[in-house]
Each structure stands twice: as C-alpha cells, then as structure tokens.
C-alpha cells in the first residue's frame, strides 16, 4: 500500500518495559481474540473506523511483539480498553516525545508546516492513494479496504485542518470527502449506522468548504439511505428532499437524476407507489436527455456514479419493497446485464432477486440468486448484505390512502 504522511512522523515504538502491551492483556486473562473483539466494539461506540476483529488480532500480535506501532487511532483505543496511558503501555512514540517537548505555539507551526508542504505532486499522490483504494472497495469491497481507509481519512482531515491556502484546502476537501464516503460506505456494510451517518457529516462539511453543492447533496443523500436502513423513512424523505433543493440547472444530470431516484427510493419506502414511480421517470428522463458521460463522476477521485444500471437497481428495489415483485425483477434483471457495478452492489442485485423470486413463488431461481449473493457478501466482507438475505423478503408496507 501507498502511504504518504502529511502532518505526521512516522512513528517508531519507544517502550517502557519490554512486553507492557502483552502483559496488559494478560493481568485482564484475556486472549487476542477477545482483545480484538473488545477494540472493534469499542471502535465502533467511538465512531473510529478500525479493521475487522480477524485482523485486529493479527495486528495486536504485531504491536505485542513490537514488528510495528500502532497508528495513533489504535493507540488511543488501546489506552481506554486497558484504562492505561501510553507509557504505561509502552505505546509512545517519536511524535509523541517531540510534540511533548514543545510548547502549543511549536507544535502549531509545526502543522502548519507540514500541511504548507502539500504541494500539487503531494495532492497528485494523495488522489492516487485514494483513488486506487476507491478501486479496491469497487472491485473487493469492505474487505480489501477497511484497514487503509480509517488511516487515510484521518491524515487528510489533520492536513485540511491545518492548510491555509485557498488551493490547497479545496483540493484537500475534495478528499476528505471522498474518503468520508468511503468510510462511511464500510461503515453501513457492517452495520454500524450511526457511524456510518457521522462520516457522511464529515463528507458534508469538506463539501461545504470545498463549495460544491454537489458533494454536499451526495453526502445527504448517503445519509438519507442510512435513514432507510434504520426504517426512519419520514426522515429519510426530508434529508432528500433537502438535498434536491442543492440541485441547480448547472448540475451535471447523473446527480439530478441520482437526487430524483433516491427521492423515489424514500417514497416507495413510504408506500407512497405513484409518486415514487412519478420520480423514478423524472431520474430516466435525465439520463436519456443527458446521456451520463464524465458527470456521473461527482468526487475527485470519483467513489460516487449514477448510471442506467444504478437507475434500474434503485427502481426495481423500491418496486420490490411496493411488492409489484414482477416489475422489480425485470429492473434487477436489467440492471445485472448492463453491468459496471461494484460488488456490493452486484451483491445487493442479487439479494433483491432472491427476495422478489421467493415473493413470487420461483423458488428455483430465488435460490440461485441467494446462494451468489451469500457467496459475495462473504467474499467481500459486508455482514449487512448477510443480514439483509438473512431477513428474507421486504416487511410488508402500506401504501398511502391515494394511491399517491
């Protein structure tokens, strides 16, 4: 993996006692396992994004044997589940020792100085880190990305924290905002909502100071199906609609036509069946007036797309969720022929086709597409997918008196 520090040493283990980390462990009798069980839980309360517990235990025998340091996020979660400090744990660092030899204003100046140094081959490398990880979470999903993109989202904050320049602190938000959204994204793949709705907040102020509406609305939207996963679906119809007043004509037409499906996604979540439908004709109309070319890429590097693909997975899943079940497999039919998703996306096609195949009494089919959408939301790491096919077809829900 690329790593490029930005306001940061690189940290060198400076312990206190030889096996502090480990012997912490042990006072508690507890094993690796548990230890990386009780970080990712205490993650997830703090809203930090850390790696899976597999991984974690693999990277605590790491730090107890003192191969590598833990980044500071880790750090600070490991001081608050054994109750110590860094020194006590033998967890300090370079960094730490220096910036604790310097007064505020010194440790200021040094910020401001490292962030000064992030010039435009420095922001050249940064997108290229971040785009190549966009393409891992594309192309692999939650699995190959969860370790990098906490440590990334964390290190262009500090530096857009501390950038001055005009230049320099939009390009920085930019990339603030698409990491957000990334993590944001792992964040809902593992059920973590709440985290998940708070990294979208983080995307939502980097697109404010970026000025771009556009980012602004993407991140809405992403919370607004947060929204949608917690069942608050009033609420989740209000942040779109929000977010549509965002758009102006000068909008690119994948971002009109992705605010005009997420407002049919929320009104079929509501029951409201023809005026979703009504939404879902105004999104279609965009791109067939404005076939989407380059503007169905809305960050820099690009995390978010709306294509004819995604028009068809969004309608056919409201479809399903309005139990019109034989429409809704046409839409996700479609919608896995044209192709170009992400695996989790691909992963939630087939999740919905099993729901609409066992709504419709094909159960052959249904459990063709169950057993691929197992498989790829094992293979990728997303435990809601799991769960989503776990629940089995969507709750039933009442469309509005009007029919509207």
Request: proline share 3%; aromatic share 4%; charged share 20%.
């Amino acid at each position: 993996m690329l790593t490029i520090f930005v306001g940061s040493i690189t940290m060198v283990c400076v312990t206190t006692g030889s096996g502090a980390l480990r012997a912490a462990r042990l006072n508690l009798g507890w094993s690796q396992a548990r230890v990386a069980e009780a970080l990712a839980a205490l993650a997830a309360e703090r809203g930090i994004s850390v790696a899976a517990p597999a991984s974690l235990k693999t990277q605590l025998s790491r730090w107890e044997n003192h191969h590598v340091a833990p980044e500071d996020h880790y750090r600070v979660l490991l001081c608050e589940l054994y109750g110590s400090s860094s020194e006590e744990l033998g967890l300090l660092t370079a960094s730490a020792t220096a910036e604790n030899d310097l007064d505020e204003a010194g440790a200021l100046r040094a910020e401001l100085a490292a962030a000064a140094a992030v010039d435009e081959p420095a922001l050249e490398l940064l997108r290229a880190q971040l785009s190549a990880t966009a393409a891992l979470d594309h192309r692999l999903g939650t699995v190959a990305v969860a370790d990098s993109v906490g440590a990334q989202l964390s290190q262009l904050e500090r530096a857009l924290a501390h950038a001055v320049a005009d230049h320099a602190r939009g390009a920085l938000a930019r990339l603030v905002a698409a990491a957000a959204t990334l993590a944001g994204r792992i964040a809902v793949d593992t059920c973590r909502p709440a985290t998940a709705w708070r990294h979208y907040e983080t995307a939502k102020r980097a697109g404010h100071v970026a000025e771009s509406a556009v980012m602004v609305g993407c991140a809405t939207i992403e919370q607004a199906e947060v929204l949608l996963e917690i069942g608050e679906d009033k609420l989740a119809l209000e942040l779109v609609e929000k977010a549509m007043k965002l758009a102006t004509p000068k909008s690119p037409p994948a971002f009109r036509a992705w605010l005009a499906a997420s407002e049919g996604t929320a009104l079929a979540a509501s029951g409201a069946g023809r005026r979703a439908r009504s939404a879902f004709n105004v999104a279609e109309d965009q791109l067939t007036a404005h076939p989407p070319r380059v503007d169905t890429q809305f960050f820099e590097p690009s995390v978010t797309r709306f294509d004819r693909a995604a028009l068809h997975q969004q309608r056919g899943h409201a479809l399903h969720v309005l139990h019109d079940d034989e429409e809704a497999i046409v839409e996700l039919t479609l919608a896995l022929r044209v192709g170009g998703g992400s695996a989790r996306e691909i992963a939630s096609l087939h999740v919905d086709l099993a729901h609409a195949y066992t709504s419709t009494g094909q159960t052959l089919a249904a459990r063709e597409h169950a057993q691929s959408a197992r498989e790829l939301a094992v293979r990728i790491g997303s435990t809601r997918l799991a769960a989503r096919l776990d629940a089995g077809p969507s709750e039933s829900r009442t469309p509005s008196a009007t029919g509207s």
